[in-house]
């Protein structure tokens, strides 16, 4: 008997399949999936991989299976649906297999803890792309540090002990990265779980309204019938849509089935699961980028011993081992979150749809404003479509006024808050009622420039404007964390006129300060938002300290229910509206939308939004709140541009320090394909990324317009296995299909 074995490696030139020979003693044993040990290359070392198939035949074989892995083989499904990301992800069949596998610990128990009330956990202090950028540049090189680094950016909230046994290092690494500034070791309380909670009241079943009920009928009788559907829940917030989730997922589990939930990362609060373990109790299992890989394990283990019933997890859960699959269901499901933005840049929601229909169970997408593909498919009858108009609890929507930030600057105001935000905000402090300030760009000013040269201060390894940051009068660049000493002189011309342009949190916040002198704030962006100060703590505090303004980019937007605030100001609409995306309005129209429902949940409330197009259909529609006006003109536009849903879009990167080679690879990729003629693809000419230099690397790219079809995955696949590619070794190849940014 033959096995084909993939290596468990990201490198491209072994996204090849093998050949072993599967030693007689195994033959009985072995199956497809299994992880393996096989001799590999000239020096035969022994490599893991894995089992894609099992044949009596093969030309190549001439070097046997070493050992297998019994605890760590995976089924195969999961090697069938590896493959197929493998095809059409554009990666490696083993990076798609680490998704399926318990959390790496090396086959190392880890230790027991559950009597202990603190531990010492580790985090990485740095930014995972100042910690790459470091390795690669040789600044940090023992493999000890190296080892511990990598897998630190793979696990964040690793326990030290833990740490130190997984990694195969001593103390006193750990203490000498520590010292150098890279990692952080933090006392921390201990939970096995922190969202399992106990002494939570039982909650019971609501009585269904009519809207409500027939869409659970409706989705039941496919749950009864093991049938795959698609389902959208259209509807407000607080129009019951967890209620129908809830119910839903009752019924599955009576016919003896288990769920999958997936939640974009940032809903995923102690609050969301707690209305889960009000329902159902302890049979739920949660998984989430912050538990730590002891906690994540012990989820993963519950869930694959058929303990937990309930999977809620981010984009990832889509993979938990569940036995037997009754539902999936996707709340928010306009969130960018469920796309990967890294290797395997992976769709959650295109893998929820394969993977129901292999288990025959329903899936069921649930948004206030689904994504406009997502409501198109509704429209023409391939997904069935249920809208709540009610709200359960019967509240208003908030009344919302646009500000036209023209007329602010003619009117001599040059602050960021127009005069009609600023008199809101005075009333909502003397009425002691709370505010939120929404402003997607963090820093004090987006750009440094001379007034008399031009010069604007700019990353030395990317080709981007550094930012400055106030609180440490730093220049910081966003894409590689390079940080410098402020500048006031300009380098070129030694004027001392250097000014800031673009405002972000920071300065936001001190305007604040100097407006209201007694008012008390908090700012919630990447900066204030660490280990030790989390998302949710800095919401907590907003909440129960009772503090008068709230400052945030987008992490505001998301969870948490504020009764208290009444005012939400938009400070500028536009940021996100020139991008060069194509969904840059329907992420615009989209965040307006959640960011207005953050005011007045119990008490009527005020939105205002701050722009320099009043009169786009994006701005407008947001003040209405009407989803489906927006709809119907967003997807006109979609349609004259051939925009998805009409065609899909794929973005072929190529980036690497050698700028010669990377014309000269796009320029092979773009002939292969061009030259294939197919009249379903429209490529454009390979040109520069809009941000063309990031971490010293050049980027390019190539857009092709098309609908992903079989064929295109092949004609694609054979562009960039070309045998002239595979020797330039310095350039980098990815492909995204739909991606979240065209950068
Ligand atoms: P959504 O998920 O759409 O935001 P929820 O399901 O959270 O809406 O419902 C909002 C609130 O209304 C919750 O407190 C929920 O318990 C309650 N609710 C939902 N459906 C009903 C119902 N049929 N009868 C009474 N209360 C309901
Ligand atoms: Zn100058
Ligand atoms: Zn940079």
Not at 188 to 209: A, G, S
Not at 512 to 540: C, F, G, Q, W
Not at 593 to 602: H, I, L, P
């Amino acid at each position: 008997m033959f096995a084909e074995v993939i290596i468990n490696s990201n490198a491209r030139a072994l996204n090849k399949v093998f050949d072993y020979i599967v030693p007689a003693s195994l033959e009985n044993t072995i199956q497809v999936g299994a992880r393996v040990f096989v001799p590999f290359g000239k020096g035969e070392k022994l490599e893991d991989g894995f089992i894609i198939n099992l044949k009596e035949t093969s030309e190549f074989a001439n070097k046997e299976i070493a050992s297998v892995q019994e605890e760590n083989s995976i089924s195969e499904e999961n090697i069938v649906l590896a493959k197929l990301m493998a095809r059409k992800y554009f990666c490696n069949i083993s990076d798609c297999i680490k998704l399926m596998l318990p959390p790496r610990t090396g086959g190392k128990k880890l230790e027991n803890r559950a009597k202990e009330k603190t531990g010492n956990f580790v985090f990485l202090k740095r930014d995972k792309e100042e910690i790459d950028f470091l390795i690669e540049t040789e600044k940090i090189k023992s493999d000890k540090h190296i080892r511990v680094l990598k897998f630190l950016e793979e696990n964040d909230g690793v326990y030290k002990s833990d740490l130190e046994l997984i990694t195969d290092v001593s103390s006193s690494t750990i203490k000498t990265l520590e010292k150098n500034g890279h990692i952080e070791i933090i006392e921390k309380q201990i939970e096995r779980n922190p969202f399992i909670h106990k002494n939570i009241e039982k909650d019971e079943p609501k009585v269904l309204n009519k809207e409500q009920k027939k869409c659970f009928d409706s989705i039941a009788f496919c749950i009864d019938n093991n049938e795959f559907s698609k389902h959208l829940i259209y509807g407000v917030t607080g129009s019951g849509k967890t209620e129908i989730y809830l119910q839903l997922i009752d019924r599955v589990i009576k016919n003896g089935k288990d769920a999958i939930v997936l939640v974009p990362e940032i809903s995923l609060t102690p609050q969301m699961v707690n209305r889960f373990l009000a329902r159902f109790g302890n049979i739920i299992a949660v998984l989430h980028s912050k538990l730590s890989i002891g906690e994540r394990y012990d989820e993963w283990q519950k869930i694959a011993k058929g303990e937990a019933k309930i999977v809620i997890g981010a984009r990832s859960a889509i993979f938990a081992p569940v036995k037997n699959l009754g539902i999936i269901i996707i709340d928010e499901e306009h969130d960018m979150s469920y796309k990967a933005d890294s290797t395997p840049r992976y769709n959650a929601k295109d893998l929820a749809k394969y993977i129901a229909k292999q288990n025959n169970c329903p899936l069921v997408l649930g948004s206030a404003t689904p994504e406009i593909n997502t409501m198109y498919q509704a429209k023409n009858n391939e997904i069935s479509l249920y809208t709540l108009t009610k709200r359960a609890n019967n509240s208003s929507l908030p009344e919302v006024e646009i500000v036209d930030l023209r007329n602010e600057l003619a009117e001599g105001n040059r602050s960021m808050l127009s005069f009609k935000l600023q008199k809101e905000i005075e009333n909502n402090l003397k009425n002691k009622k709370q505010t939120i300030l929404f402003l997607n760009r963090r820093g004090y000013s987006t750009f440094v420039m001379c007034r008399e040269c031009g010069y604007v201060a700019k990353c030395k390894n990317c080709n981007i404007s550094l930012t400055y940051h106030i609180r440490d009068n730093k220049l910081k660049c966003h894409y590689c964390g390079f940080e410098t000493n402020n500048i006031t002189e300009c380098p070129n011309c030694k004027s001392k006129k250097v000014k800031y342009f673009g405002s972000g949190t920071q300065k936001l916040e001190d305007e604040i300060h100097k407006l209201y002198p007694e008012a008390t704030t908090i700012r919630m962006d990447i900066d204030t938002v660490s280990k030790k100060n989390s998302h949710e703590e800095i919401l907590d505090k907003f909440k129960n300290d009772n503090i008068d303004i709230l400052i945030g980019t987008q992490m505001v937007v998301k969870g948490h229910h504020f009764p208290k605030v009444t005012l939400v100001g938009v400070v500028s609409a536009d940021s996100s509206l020139n991008l060069d995306d194509y969904r840059a309005v329907e992420k615009t129209f989209q965040t307006l939308v959640q960011v207005a429902g953050r005011s007045g949940r119990e008490e009527s409330g005020k939105v205002i939004i701050q722009t320099y197009n009043p009169d786009h259909y994006a701005i407008i529609e947001a003040q209405k709140q009407d989803y489906d006006l927006f709809y119907n003109q967003e997807i006109d536009l979609r349609k004259m541009l051939n925009y998805p849903p009409f065609c899909d879009i794929m973005l072929i990167r190529f980036s690497g320090k050698n700028i010669e080679e990377i014309k000269k690879v796009s320029e092979i990729v773009y002939k292969k394909i061009k030259n294939i003629n197919n009249e379903n693809i429209y490529i454009f000419k390979p040109v520069p990324a809009p941000i063309d230099k990031i971490k010293n690397k050049y980027r390019w790219r190539i857009v092709i317009k098309c609908k992903i079809t079989s064929k295109v995955l092949d004609i694609v696949n054979y562009a960039i296995q070309d045998e002239k590619i595979k020797k330039c070794k310095e350039t980098s190849i990815t492909v995204d299909i739909n991606p979240n940014s065209m950068n």
